[in-house]
């Protein structure tokens, strides 16, 4: 009998298990990198959009007359303060329909409910771009690197503090946005909660759902106006806001945003409007018009 064929396979069992003994000591693959913002994206913000103002109509598109600041739940603070606007710095008896507008009407607590145009674009691939025709502003919403999406167990304002630490207060403030996902929950969500914590209302996600919507929380804001007639808010003011695309029934794309504005100085509870915008072909309709800072 010859030795050979055993030799053979002698080799072949031993080179199998120095293989399969590598494979065992060696290191996990390093998980893939998180996808960037602009290739992570729920929903598609870019191009040119027009405001559309259906809901409270009066109060944005012209000038509400001085004192009225009904639906706005100002604290005494703020009343006092939206009670100095001086009608005379907007075109005297005429202020209501004036073309004259006030910067601080623009700022990123009130931009989005602005009867204003919109051009939308990614500048890198963690930085969308929001730049209005009227009131001449410019917003940035920044992504955090490696985490383009919203942790569901962690309010976004704790999320995003980190990321604002340390800015540098403007009319626009700085901005953190996140992509959030729906989520469908498991009935026993309320026993385990997430990563081994109990407790009531910590719910564990069964799986993610298609869709969802851009969140953006916004601080490091100056004083600016939740209304053009000096309706005021504070430096402290924080802004959460949600932007939800869709389709109506003609094929027109639209997105709407929900805007809670957060101010402990001037606020007795958060501020909720939302504001709805259509998307336009392209953006021959755009009509710069600047602002200014009046002295009152």
């Known amino acids: 009998m010859s030795l050979r064929p055993l030799a053979r396979s002698a080799a072949v069992a031993a080179a199998l298990l120095l293989s399969q003994a590598g494979l065992a000591g060696a290191p996990p693959a390093p998980p893939a ?8 994206a729920l929903i598609d913000l870019t191009g040119n959009w027009v405001s559309v103002t259906g809901q409270d109509w009066r109060y944005r598109m012209i000038t509400p007359a001085k004192g009225d600041y009904r639906g706005v739940p100002l604290n005494p603070a703020g009343r006092k303060i939206a009670d100095t606007f001086d009608p005379a710095q907007y075109g005297g008896d005429k202020y209501q329909t004036s073309a004259i507008i006030d910067c601080r009407a623009y700022g990123g607590a009130s931009l989005l409910r602005m009867p204003t145009r919109l051009r939308i674009n990614w500048v890198d691939a963690n930085t969308l771009k929001i730049e209005s025709d009227w009131g001449e502003q410019t917003r940035v919403l920044n992504f955090i690197p490696n985490r383009p999406f919203a942790d569901g167990y962690q309010p976004l304002a704790m999320q995003a503090q980190g990321a604002a630490a340390g800015k540098t207060p403007s009319l626009q403030g700085y901005s953190v946005a996140f992509w959030e996902q729906p989520y469908r929950y498991t009935a026993s969500a309320f026993d385990r909660g997430p990563r081994g914590g109990g407790g009531l209302g910590a719910l564990t996600a069964a799986a993610q759902q298609p869709g969802g919507n ?20 504070s430096a402290q003011t924080r802004v959460i806001e949600r932007f939800q695309t869709f389709q109506d029934p003609t094929g027109a794309q639209w997105f709407n945003v929900t805007i809670e504005v957060h101010d402990p100085e001037f606020l007795n509870t958060p501020f909720i409007t939302t504001g709805d915008f259509m998307k336009e072909p392209d953006g021959a309709k755009w009509a710069p018009h600047s602002c200014k800072v009046a002295s009152n």
């Open 214 to 233: 851009l969140a953006v929380v916004t601080t490091a804001l100056t004083p600016g106006w939740l209304r053009r007639n000096g309706v005021p808010y």
């Open 33 to 40: 990198p998180p996808p960037d913002a602009q290739k992570a």
